[in-house]
């Protein structure tokens, strides 16, 4: 009897901590949601007051647009060496920081850095799927500042001006403080993630060399081949349609809604490359390349989208069509760079902090540097994309 008193006992006492184990997990549910849309904002220098515009914009659309199965979560530095990582929550007719982790000196120009900042977002906010908005200074595929041909030229770049309408390399003002492209897509892929969409609010980022180096860490890229005025992405406008099933073209249009009409400087141009039809087209200018060489004469000819002086960032699809000069070749190119590029808007004129407004007169909306004479562009040579395609 002692035997089967026992017996029971050791039952009962099981059945309660299976009981009390099980009433501890749904306690505490890991809710994986949709989509947690990650807005990266490193050090910038500069820009820190306009960041703070951006997420004021974000926080009146997470109040209108964004569903309970969507989360936004920001890392922002607001210093040199202090940054945070919040939630901008939904509270009713309120959005609401709430603080996840504070960092200090965070590594977020190496790979590592970038991928442990990551890791962080997807614990804090899981999510089966994720999309990055980036806030900061950029220069496209450019080597971060100090790289050999930067030091040999020493080209004034479009923040460095003073008294004029101000814009927006991946990264500060300063080379310690920026990123390269590789660095970034690494870093994103060593976090297991391949995001739904990259949105750049930087300067110079529609680019093909860094759109052909993100091919695998991002489906689509969204960003503008220009300057884009310090105020940046208007959120309040396209949150909506970057929230849930993102709208694409809605997106588009929203921009040039607001840069055909902005009091500061009515300009910008911007663009959505879809990553995934990359391969094909780099096949295309593969075979154009092996065919053609680029007749110099024409380099004035072919449209600039920046203010630099050698230009460094050309339409790509101009290029092309001054490079080659077989109608049928050409045209299967312009098809597929119509998948490739789906939707662009630009308004009659781009505007640069170094040369004011300047006229648009053909757009593909998609910039590329292999025609430039400039001496940064000399390292266009080492970019995946040069690569692939010569």
Same mark, same amino acid.
């Given at each position: 009897?002692?035997?089967?008193?026992?017996?029971?006992?050791?039952?009962?006492?099981?059945?309660?901590?299976?009981?009390?184990?099980?009433?501890?997990?749904?306690?505490?549910?890991?809710?994986?949601?949709?989509?947690?849309?990650?807005?990266?904002?490193?050090?910038?220098?500069?820009?820190?007051?306009?960041?703070?515009?951006?997420?004021?914009? #974000?926080?009146? !659309?997470? /109040?209108?647009?964004?569903?309970?199965?969507?989360?936004?979560? &920001?890392?922002? *530095? %607001?210093?040199?060496?202090?940054?945070?990582?919040?939630?901008?929550?939904?509270?009713?007719?309120?959005?609401?920081?709430?603080?996840?982790?504070?960092?200090?000196?965070?590594?977020?120009?190496?790979?590592?850095?970038?991928?442990?900042?990551?890791?962080?977002?997807?614990?804090?906010?899981?999510? #089966?799927?994720? !999309?990055? /908005?980036?806030?900061?200074?950029?220069?496209?595929?450019?080597? &971060?500042?100090? *790289? %050999?041909?930067?030091?040999?030229?020493?080209?004034?770049?479009?923040?460095?001006?003073?008294?004029?309408?101000?814009?927006?390399?991946?990264?500060?003002?300063?080379?310690?403080?920026?990123?390269?492209?590789?660095?970034?897509?690494?870093?994103?892929?060593?976090?297991?993630?391949?995001?739904?969409?990259?949105?750049?609010?930087?300067?110079?980022?529609?680019?093909?060399?860094?759109?052909?180096?993100?091919?695998?860490? %991002?489906?689509?890229?969204?960003?503008?081949?220009?300057?884009?005025?310090?105020?940046?992405?208007?959120?309040?406008?396209?949150g909506g349609s970057l929230f849930g099933n993102?709208?694409?073209?809605?997106?588009?249009?929203?921009?040039?809604?607001?840069?055909?009409?902005?009091?500061?400087?009515?300009?910008?141009?911007?663009?959505?490359?879809?990553?995934?039809?990359?391969?094909?087209?780099?096949?295309?200018?593969r075979e154009i390349n092996h065919k053609y060489?680029?007749?110099?004469?024409?380099?004035?000819?072919?449209?600039?989208?920046?203010?630099?002086?050698?230009?460094?960032?050309?339409d790509y699809g101009d290029y092309v069509r001054?490079?080659?000069?077989?109608?049928?070749?050409?045209?299967?190119?312009?098809?597929?760079?119509?998948?490739?590029?789906?939707?662009?808007?630009?308004?009659?004129?781009?505007?640069?902090?170094?040369?004011?407004?300047?006229?648009?007169?053909?757009?593909?909306?998609?910039?590329?540097?292999?025609?430039?004479?400039?001496?940064?562009?000399?390292?266009?040579?080492?970019?995946?994309?040069?690569?692939?395609?010569?």
């Amino acid at each position: 009897m002692k035997g089967k008193f026992i017996y029971h006992v050791c039952i009962c006492l099981c059945a309660l901590m299976l009981v009390f184990t099980s009433c501890k997990h749904k306690d505490k549910p890991t809710p994986i949601i949709d989509k947690t849309i990650f807005v990266y904002m490193p050090w910038s220098n500069n820009l820190t007051n306009f960041f703070y515009q951006n997420i004021s914009d #974000l926080k009146e !659309a997470i /109040i209108n647009d964004l569903t309970d199965n969507q989360r936004v979560v &920001v890392f922002f *530095s %607001t210093t040199a060496i202090d940054a945070s990582l919040y939630e901008l929550k939904k509270e009713g007719k309120e959005c609401k920081e709430v603080l996840l982790k504070e960092y200090v000196s965070p590594p977020f120009t190496t790979a590592s850095g970038i991928t442990s900042i990551l890791n962080d977002v997807k614990s804090f906010a899981p999510a #089966l799927n994720f !999309a990055m /908005i980036i806030g900061s200074h950029g220069m496209g595929w450019l080597p &971060v500042d100090g *790289s %050999t041909s930067r030091g040999y030229s020493m080209t004034k770049r479009h923040w460095e001006y003073e008294g004029v309408p101000m814009t927006r390399f991946f990264g500060g003002t300063e080379a310690k403080y920026q990123t390269d492209i590789t660095t970034l897509a690494t870093g994103i892929i060593n976090a297991g993630i391949k995001m739904e969409y990259i949105l750049f609010d930087d300067c110079y980022m529609a680019n093909i060399e860094v759109a052909y180096d993100l091919k695998e860490a %991002t489906h689509y890229l969204m960003a503008s081949t220009s300057e884009i005025m310090a105020y940046g992405m208007p959120y309040s406008v396209i949150g909506g349609s970057l929230f849930g099933n993102t709208n694409y073209k809605a997106v588009c249009d929203g921009f040039y809604s607001f840069y055909s009409t902005y009091e500061v400087m009515p300009c910008g141009t911007f663009s959505v490359t879809d990553c995934s039809q990359l391969y094909e087209l780099a096949q295309i200018m593969r075979e154009i390349n092996h065919k053609y060489t680029f007749d110099e004469s024409l380099l004035n000819t072919i449209q600039r989208l920046d203010g630099y002086y050698p230009v460094l960032f050309y339409d790509y699809g101009d290029y092309v069509r001054k490079l080659c000069t077989d109608d049928a070749l050409y045209d299967e190119f312009q098809q597929q760079l119509n998948k490739a590029v789906p939707h662009h808007v630009h308004t009659p004129y781009y505007y640069s902090m170094n040369r004011g407004k300047i006229a648009i007169n053909t757009f593909s909306g998609i910039t590329t540097s292999e025609p430039s004479t400039h001496p940064e562009a000399s390292e266009v040579v080492n970019t995946s994309w040069y690569k692939a395609t010569h």
